[in-house]
């Protein structure tokens, strides 16, 4: 009986250190995965100008019937700008297009996104950037020819964009405006008559044909006089390729070209002297 005491002072120390590895066992904490937002909205571009137009689409988690979508459109003071109520699809998917237009598209600035699905009454919102007029720009490119060498000046003035480069087709007589558009927009172009020219038979000026990207479209306006022919026309964001062809290019007679006609006509006068036939030239 002498050893009972010694027996339990071991036995409480035991006990005392065993309590805190049980205790910190239970401590921790079980991992899990973060809860998906019960809604979700995106905007296709982070900045729109004047008369673009602003895709809005998201995701709703629970679906209530029957319950439309609000999409709200603050300016940069808080103003509402825009509403519009959409249905939700079965997958809780939304999409909605607005147009950049009207009398309270006017301030410069951030504008705010807000949409808001339920009861329950749940929200989030996305913003972006608008300008109520592109940027304009007006410069002189020079367009030099590589065949004949001569440098032509092209006065432009675009619109949401910028010119990158210009160059002559020779072959489809035709001119390549490069640009990086920004937003949709317009350009201006003053193409010198000695540069490019569109010409009927008659010798009466004539429309050019103008191509966007490969796709015909028509000049917004034109305009002429004896020594210049400006057009404007319309573009697209995202466009890239702006091609004016003509009837005539510089140089109008290249120096492959002077000597197919040179050799035409010695070969006609040849054939003339053979044939008693004189060759009268029309003027």
Not at 100 to 109: E, H, I, T
């Amino acid at each position: 009986m002498q050893y009972a005491p010694i027996f339990m002072v071991m036995i409480l120390s035991f006990s005392t250190l065993s309590v805190p590895i049980f205790a910190q066992q239970d401590a921790t904490p079980s991992a899990s995965p973060p809860a998906a937002p019960l809604i979700t909205t995106s905007i296709d571009k982070t900045s729109y100008t004047l008369g673009d137009t602003i895709v809005i689409s998201g995701q709703v988690q629970s679906v209530v019937v029957g319950t439309p979508l609000v999409i709200q459109i603050f300016d940069p003071n808080n103003s509402l700008v825009q509403v519009a109520q959409i249905d939700v699809s079965e997958d809780g998917k939304y999409t909605d297009t607005i147009k950049a237009v009207g009398p309270y598209w006017k301030l410069n600035g951030v504008y705010t996104v807000k949409v808001q699905y339920g009861p329950p009454n749940v929200t989030a919102q996305s913003t972006f950037t608008f300008q109520s007029t592109p940027t304009t720009i007006s410069n002189v490119f020079q367009l030099k020819d590589p065949s004949s060498q001569q440098t032509f000046n092209v006065n432009y003035t675009i619109s949401g964009g910028s010119v990158k480069t210009m160059t002559i087709d020779a072959q489809s007589l035709s001119v390549i405006v490069s640009i990086n558009s920004t937003s949709d927009g317009t350009i201006t172009l003053q193409l010198p008559r000695a540069l490019i020219d569109s010409k009927t038979t008659s010798g009466q000026d004539d429309a050019f044909i103008i191509l966007i990207d490969g796709a015909e479209v028509k000049p917004q306006s034109e305009s002429a006089n004896n020594d210049f022919r400006n057009i404007t026309v319309q573009f697209l964001q995202g466009d890239q390729d702006i091609e004016i062809i003509g009837t005539q290019i510089v140089p109008e007679f290249g120096p492959i070209a002077a000597l197919v006609l040179a050799i035409a006509i010695v070969s006609i006068i040849a054939v003339s002297a053979k044939t008693g036939l004189r060759f009268m030239p029309k003027y």
